[in-house]
DNA sequence: CCGGATTTGTACGTATGTATT
DNA sequence: GAATACATACGTACAAATCCG
């Protein structure tokens, strides 16, 4: 690994070694990264580097870190759940708030989406679900689903 | 400003507090935050606890910062353009790659929408649009409108 | 169950670079 | 050019969670 002095910041272009090789599928989902200390040992970063390059593909939803444990690349639902989106509904995306993600129970760098419909505001967590158009009434209306808690 | 040593960590907790002037409209839209100098000065707390609190509500879309200007509270646009979803189509939300981020030219903490149709995709940044079921075929079909570059 | 090793988290400090005003 | 403001990069120390023998 070496870092071109001319491009982008250090830990830029150390999250792009890593995001390559997770995209590449050598580090498949579940595995676990190196940790920080064998990061820093393999290419010579600085704690705080090996720290912000992870960061980074952290907030881009690619892995999950736990304490004591180390750094896996996010393994995401094979089967996304449909989410139908009535004729009278909109639906947003965004990021949720420190407190929605906890309560959630969302990993970093998974964004919300936020169906408005009679007035109501249903959240759902983005990896989990697929949006669709719901077929236009007919005699009987399938209800919408809501996010199961886990 | 009191931080409580039982509750989570600091730079969760000033957040927390920053978080709430933003909301509460105290910091409105467009308004400058206070530096990273003052907020150290104000509420005595080190400068990399206050720069991981405003990463916190940056990747959160609450705030953009740029560099040798200040940090500002977002202002999203006041209409959303709609983006209708085709019976055929299928839409999920999910964080752009540092790439897909720099070339779309969004801020940090903005998910992009992936429109999935006649096996294309189309990227939209989700704070740009509103997502709506097209109303079923009739006639002449509307066609589907793509984001446009800035 | 306990202790030790490993791993990430928190918190602070310093120095220098770069962009804007 | 000077002042301001954020960015990058390295270092240290200790805390907390997990894992393993």
Redesign the interface.
């Known amino acids: 690994m070496h870092f071109d002095p001319r491009g982008p910041s250090k830990y830029?272009q150390f999250?792009?070694f890593l995001?390559q090789q997770i995209e590449s599928g050598e580090l498949a989902p579940g595995a676990l990264l190196p940790s920080e200390s064998a990061l820093m040992q393999r290419y010579e970063v600085s704690r705080p580097m090996a720290r912000k390059a992870v960061a980074?593909l952290r907030?881009?939803?690619l892995v999950t870190t736990e304490q004591g444990v180390g750094t896996k690349v996010r393994e995401l639902p094979a089967e996304?759940q449909p989410l139908f989106?009535?004729?009278d509904?909109?639906?947003?995306?965004?990021?949720?708030?420190?407190h929605e993600r906890v309560e959630l129970e969302l990993d970093y760098?998974?964004?919300v989406?936020e169906v408005h419909i009679d007035g109501e505001i249903h959240l759902h967590s983005?990896?989990e679900?697929?949006?669709?158009?719901?077929?236009?009434a007919r005699a009987t209306k399938t209800a919408t689903r809501r996010a199961r808690k886990a």
Chains 1, 2 share one sequence.
Do not use: F, K, Q, T
């Open positions: 830029v999250a792009d995001r980074i907030n881009e939803g996304r989106l009535e004729a509904a909109e639906a947003v995306a965004r990021m949720p708030s420190e760098g998974v964004p989406i983005a990896d679900v697929v949006l669709r158009a719901a077929a236009p």
